[in-house]
């Protein structure tokens, strides 16, 4: 996708040429022009005037005319939809994803609270050693001391204990965490990578906040763009693989070697080794794991490879609703029904956007309309120096108009056929690799948001100077910077833009 200005009434635009259908229709134009030259040449223009039936009107050209535009137009009307529905679609997705890991984080369990039953019993505990104390105490003086000092050792062990206690829930909260933030965006890569056709987990790379990736293909460094592109058609393919290269889906916390070979692992002859034959030996050679942290998830002793690279997303998925629910099962997510409810719709809900995009990327403008619009508009490009030759007596009016009209029809079906694919051909796709970036800028932003700092912003406070409350009319403009710093150090970092960033 080409981003650009609305300034100087658009005429700036004429200097943007690549990526451009102005140029690579030029020929179709220049080629009408010969046509009608030669035509004007050699074929007088009252000898085939003269061939009209006594003079009157002909509608036969009218109704072709009238029959071109309307399939040049309906593509187009087409192209369209398609292009605006898939970037709906991927807006749709990355925002349920999003919710998701914001649910999923924020209803996890505080590591500092306590449940009642357990406050008690260390209220219990404090007691008894208090009235220990006392009995040792009226007792002698040498085994106060003793009672004393074996009572200090042992609340340094409790305390010792429950810090331990307190310290593993700490951990394992971060670690719960940092497991969602990297499946999620483990798993909105992969679905784009998936859109765009790109079957390569090496163009999978990690999260670097200080390389944003570019809108289009000619802003992107390491894109090579040669001055014949500018006018023919690129190999599409060769294109596209180079630009997957250099325009690398990033992927917060990286790709670890196991969820490479597991979602690399494509071969159909370990899958039936794995259902028929010997498990120990086939699984040894597809064992899964998405990291050392969600290993847990992915090594299985019933698991067996991926048939193909379109399978990737949907496992991934997977094992995202059971990271889920067996936190769920082990007491850190504790969420009203309601709420859970709305979790697992949310999640259906994404699933569904990306069917949604994958239905866009894998059906195409349908054949009879893209070979008939292709045939009607050769037809175009043979009879319009004739009808040209009528029209017009004089002849460089006559080139002008049958140039401009034929490369005019031409082009507009250009343009369609490149935007009715908006994930695939550069450099008018969607930016999918900025796109990523973005998204995983959002999950960092509400990772690095500790639950105990939810009122940073003082909402709920009656200090007016931090917001919470009623303003007295006069506003500090200061942050709570301390309040805010709080992150952790493998989430650091911030949105990179710009408004020049990317624009033509």
């Keep these: 996708m080409i981003p650009y200005r609305k300034m100087g009434w658009g005429l700036y635009l004429l200097l943007r040429l690549y990526g451009s259908a102005v140029l690579k229709t030029t020929i179709f134009g220049l080629l009408a022009a010969l046509q009608c030259i030669l035509l004007y040449h050699f074929i007088s223009s009252e000898e085939l005037k003269s061939s009209y039936t006594a003079g009157a009107p002909s509608l036969t050209f009218p109704a072709f005319a009238a029959t071109v535009a309307f399939l040049v137009t309906f593509r187009q009307t087409f192209s369209y939809n398609r292009f605006h529905e898939g970037r709906m679609a991927v807006q749709t997705m990355s925002a349920s994803m999003y919710t998701i890991v914001a649910y999923a984080i924020s209803f996890d369990k505080h590591p500092n609270k306590v449940d009642e039953e357990e406050k008690n019993e260390r209220e219990e505990e404090v007691e008894e050693e208090q009235e220990e104390e006392e009995n040792s105490r009226k007792e002698n003086?040498?085994?106060?001391?003793?009672?004393?000092?074996?009572?200090?050792?042992t609340a340094s062990n409790n305390t010792g204990t429950k810090s331990a206690t307190k310290s593993k829930s700490h951990l394992d909260r971060e670690q719960f965490r940092y497991n969602m933030v990297h499946a999620m965006s483990l798993l909105?890569?992969?679905?784009l990578q998936h859109l765009r056709c790109d079957w390569d987990l090496h163009n999978l790379s990690k999260h670097n906040e200080d390389l944003l990736p570019a809108w289009d293909s000619a802003s992107t460094p390491g894109f090579k763009i040669h001055f014949w592109n500018y006018f023919l058609p690129r190999n599409r393919v060769n294109s596209r693989e180079l630009?997957?290269?250099?325009?690398k889906i990033q992927v917060i916390g990286g790709v670890s070697r196991h969820e490479r070979r597991v979602l690399g692992e494509i071969n159909p002859r370990s899958i039936k080794t794995s259902i028929h034959g010997d498990k120990n030996r086939s699984n040894s050679r597809v064992r899964m794991a998405i990291s050392s942290s969600l290993s847990s998830l992915w090594n299985s002793d019933n698991t067996c490879s991926l048939r193909g690279a379109?399978?990737?997303?949907?496992?991934?998925?997977?094992?995202?609703?059971?990271?889920?629910?067996r936190r769920c099962e082990a007491g850190g997510i504790t969420m009203p029904p309601p709420v859970i409810a709305q979790l697992w719709a949310t999640l259906e809900k994404s699933i569904e956007s990306f069917e949604r995009c994958r239905a866009i990327s894998e059906?195409?403008?349908p054949f009879p309309w893209a070979q008939?619009?292709?045939?009607v508009l050769v037809v175009w490009q043979a009879v319009i120096p004739f009808t040209v030759l009528v029209s017009f007596n004089d002849q460089p009016f006559g080139v002008v108009m049958g140039m401009a009209v034929t490369w005019t029809l031409w082009a507009l079906n250009e343009v369609a056929r490149d935007i009715e694919d908006p994930f695939t051909h550069e450099p008018n796709d969607i930016p999918l690799a900025r796109l990523q970036y973005q998204f995983n800028e959002r999950l960092l932003a509400v990772a690095a948001c500790h639950q105990e700092d939810y009122d940073d912003f003082g909402w709920d406070s009656n200090d007016t100077r931090r917001g919470g409350g009623i303003p007295n009319g006069e506003d500090e403009g200061e942050e709570d910077e301390e309040g805010l710093a709080r992150k952790l150090p493998e989430y650091k970092g911030g949105l990179k833009t710009s408004a020049s960033d990317g624009l033509v």
């Design 243 to 247: 630009f997957h290269k250099v325009s």
């Design 372 to 375: 008939l619009i292709i045939v």
């Design 141 to 153: 003086v040498v085994n106060d001391t003793t009672t004393a000092r074996g009572n200090a050792s």
């Design 188 to 191: 909105h890569g992969v679905c």
């Design 310 to 325: 379109t399978e990737r997303p949907y496992r991934l998925f997977f094992s995202t609703i059971e990271l889920i629910r």
């Design 363 to 365: 059906t195409p403008f």
